[in-house]
């Protein structure tokens, strides 16, 4: 009797010990992720469109540059990042070592604000903890291709998405109508997210007025452009080549027939699955099934475009399953593989569109087995998003 009560304690201190290892390294983890960050932009490398941006901002304030965007079609952002680039020019390289350093921050702020928002909605402090720890390298691996190209207008419109996210899940939709009609002031793609803002209901004044603030406060910086120059508008149309690929070359498109409303109907596609997102109670899935239909529908296959998809799954990981294995991040990742791991180009098609359409489907559809919904949440504690959303 007293060998089995000795046993049984040895057990228990093995046990503690282990627990207590575990939860030195969840309480390092940022450590951890913040050497990731910095490895990853290392060697990622690059400068990529920096100076571009950098041309951009300066002939913007200059005389005449409120048409900036007719003379620099190619640029596709926003009047906000053209503004930032400039802004950051004086530091040195151009502003590109500031540029990676701002977009690795970011980065980590992304990571921490859907950390924040899951231990808001969940109970298991230790799962998140432990998904943060295997999927957020993973995504600050691809976050790093926004510093290598010195994109730091993607870097901020993610980033402002999942804080609207927080903000829409927790506090106000106002204030995530703020922060969303920022992000479409750095980039137009963002308008994609804005089903995020609608509320269930109420007046229809009620239901789309975090709506038209978002709208009013992402179109405020782009009136004085589109008054100088109408043509401003055409800025958003697709310039890059078809790239072989891209999804859209298994059906049959090329540099010779790319339709011109091919963006529009991109950002058409992507708002109508946010707005079902929304409207089936999935909020958390939005960015997901919005950046996988645009994904889908680009000509183009930079690596930075992968970061939003990576994203999304990392965000219904950390706040919607109940694995510890972040599933959605390494599928995702893996499907999405770069040129010099898949070397067919109808390969990487293929990979690309099942990997799109699997996320709209997991969204919108339905959930493999392992895409499980969430735990129950805290005692007392509610999630607004799913008490309060969308569509009458």
């Given amino acids: 009797m007293l060998t089995a009560s000795r046993r049984a304690e040895t057990d228990e201190l093995q ?58 079609g190619d640029i596709q952002t926003g009047p906000l990042t053209l503004l930032t680039a400039r802004l950051l020019s004086d530091t040195p390289r151009g502003g590109f070592v500031l ?26 402090w230790e799962v998140v903890c432990a998904t943060t720890l295997i999927a957020g390298p993973v995504l600050l691996f691809w976050w790093s291709k926004l510093a290598s190209y010195g994109h730091i207008d993607d870097a901020a419109v993610l980033t402002l998405a999942v804080v609207a996210l927080h903000e829409v899940r927790t506090r106000s939709r106002i204030h995530a ?59 958003i149309r697709t310039t890059v080549h078809v790239s072989s ?61 992968t970061v939003g998809l990576v994203l999304g799954a990392f965000i219904w990981d950390v706040l919607e399953t109940r694995s510890v294995i972040p599933w959605a991040t390494l599928v995702g990742s893996a499907l999405l593989a770069p040129t010099w791991l898949i070397r067919s180009d109808d390969g990487r098609a293929a990979m690309r569109l099942f990997a799109c359409v699997l996320a709209v489907s997991v969204v919108l559809v339905g959930r493999p087995l392992w895409f499980v919904s969430a735990p129950a949440r805290r005692a007392g504690r509610c999630r607004p998003s799913e008490d309060q959303l969308v569509v009458g």
């Fill in 177 to 235: 109508g703020l922060l969303l009609g920022v992000a479409i002031a750095f980039k137009p793609w963002a308008v994609v997210l804005l089903p995020l803002l609608l509320v269930r209901g109420g007046t229809w004044h009620r239901r789309l007025r975090p709506m038209v603030v978002g709208l009013a406060v992402g179109g405020l910086p782009w009136l004085p452009f589109l008054i100088a120059d109408p043509d401003t508008l055409r800025s």
């Fill in 15 to 72: 046990e503690s010990a282990r627990h207590l290892a575990w939860h030195r390294i969840f309480r390092h983890r940022y450590p951890i992720l913040l050497f990731v960050a910095g490895a990853a932009a290392v060697a990622a490398g690059g400068r990529g469109d920096w100076n571009v941006f950098v041309g951009a901002g300066r002939a913007m304030l200059d005389r005449g540059g409120l048409e900036v965007f007719v003379h620099h």
């Fill in 99 to 124: 540029c990676v350093v701002v977009c690795g921050a970011l980065g980590l702020l992304t990571i921490r604000t859907v950390e924040k928002l899951a231990m808001q909605v969940r109970d298991q």
């Fill in 245 to 305: 690929g891209s999804v859209i070359r298994l059906f049959g498109f090329s540099d010779a027939n790319v339709p011109s409303w091919l963006r529009i109907a991109q950002l058409l596609g992507a708002l109508s699955i946010a707005f079902v997102a929304v409207w089936r109670r999935s909020s958390s899935g939005v960015i997901l099934a919005a950046l996988a239909v645009r994904i889908a529908t680009d000509p183009g296959t930079w690596s930075y475009y």
